[in-house]
């Protein structure tokens, strides 16, 4: 049967009635600080700057009901058009920027980033940049894995170093459901086999679980990817953006998942990672490998957090949880050199004070803002 023949089941998600996407305008970047021109900057709470999001694209060939649920972003639906997206040159000038700063490690995502034409060119020219140390930044990748097959090796030789594959289900009816398209989990199994196969050093695997929809699928997708070198991550189904229809219910706990886990085959815990990792790492006990908790909801992680957000067309986040942006686009177009972008770049960073899911998490009030956040598919997970 064809993919554009699938049936496709009832769509679960969103819960309840999902309001339009606020498109926001972008706040200016603050102006610089009196600061010296080599001092790296930190955030209110002593926060380095060290990671850079790249959303290159607002588009997705996936409806998933926790990101862009079909009953908001259908056919009628404006995305950005062309003129609005960063270019790759401009996008390449914000990474050089951005490096001068402190940052090592630049992630694309999306929307779904490989939605978006000729992108092992940007890769290429990110590949050439340098951090502070000398050395190139990391170069990662986020992708739903649908047309990874097609891209694995350009991508590869262009200079990406690991990608990150969203898969939320093994069962081909429980795959549907949650990513609401014609296309089949063959397409990305297919895909992380070209990842590997291209040579891309760390391949992972990101599941989103969310209680009495996927569930029942954790325990097929830890044994599915036990032994193959793959680290698969379980992420808490989070209260990102106003159109997902969260509700705490329908959140399973990384320490449930673990459980259920360790149940079947038993682990223990593992080396922490790098600085500022969202995800709790554990090792199987048999040395099959490891597997990942990401628990934003449960076990708030803002405390090391180092990452700042680029979105599709040009503006700067602090926090997921955002609910407003800082326009960069505007001074990359008006022509405003690399040194004031920069400065002003680090008043931002100065002046922040993000810690959203610790502040959910000791019970204090978030309703307010939930209606304004910024849509997690336009400024990337």
Not at 219 to 243: Q, S
Not at 329 to 356: F, H, I, K, N, S
């Amino acid at each position: 049967m064809s993919p554009s023949h699938v049936q496709r089941p009832s769509v679960v998600i969103p819960i309840q009635a999902a309001a339009a996407p606020v498109r926001h305008s972008g706040q200016a970047l603050p102006p610089p600080l009196p600061s010296p021109a080599d001092e790296l900057p930190l955030d209110t709470l002593g926060r380095p700057l060290t990671d850079l999001r790249i959303s290159v694209t607002d588009r997705c060939n996936f409806r998933c009901g926790y990101c862009m649920p079909r009953s908001v972003f259908g056919r009628d639906h404006a995305f950005l058009p062309h003129a609005e997206l960063l270019s790759f040159e401009e996008i390449t000038r914000v990474a050089r920027v951005m490096l001068s700063l402190g940052v090592r490690k630049l992630r694309l995502t999306g929307g779904e980033p490989l939605l978006r034409k000729d992108l092992e060119r940007l890769v290429a020219q990110l590949a050439a940049l340098r951090t502070l140390d000398g050395g190139p930044p990391e170069l990662t990748l986020t992708t739903n894995g649908s047309l990874l097959s097609r891209k694995a090796q350009a991508l590869r030789d262009a200079g990406l170093d690991r990608v990150t594959v969203s898969l939320d289900a093994l069962d081909p009816a429980t795959f549907q459901r949650m990513s609401d398209t014609g296309l089949q989990v063959d397409d990305v199994l297919t895909g992380i086999d070209a990842a590997r196969a291209a040579g891309l050093s760390q391949v992972k695997v990101n599941m989103v679980v969310q209680r009495g929809v996927n569930d029942a699928q954790i325990l097929p997708m830890a044994r599915h990817f036990r032994g193959t070198g793959i680290e698969l991550r379980f992420i808490e189904f989070m209260d990102v953006g106003a159109t997902n229809g969260w509700q705490m219910d329908h959140v399973l706990s990384s320490e449930a998942v673990r459980h259920l886990i360790h149940a079947a085959h038993p682990l223990q815990p593992a080396d922490a990672g790098q600085p500022g990792a969202t995800a709790k790492r554990w090792a199987y006990a048999d040395g099959a490998g490891h597997v990942g908790f990401i628990s934003s909801v449960t076990q708030a992680f803002c405390g090391d957090c180092s990452r700042l957000r680029l979105s599709t067309d040009g503006r700067l986040y602090t926090c997921l949880f955002a609910t407003q942006g800082h326009d960069l686009r505007t001074p990359l177009r008006d022509g405003q050199d690399e040194a004031t972008l920069r400065a002003r770049v680090a008043a931002l960073w100065a002046g922040r004070t993000d810690r959203y899911s610790a502040l959910r998490g000791q019970g204090q009030a978030m309703a307010d803002s939930a209606a304004s956040r910024v849509e997690m598919s336009f400024i990337g997970g």
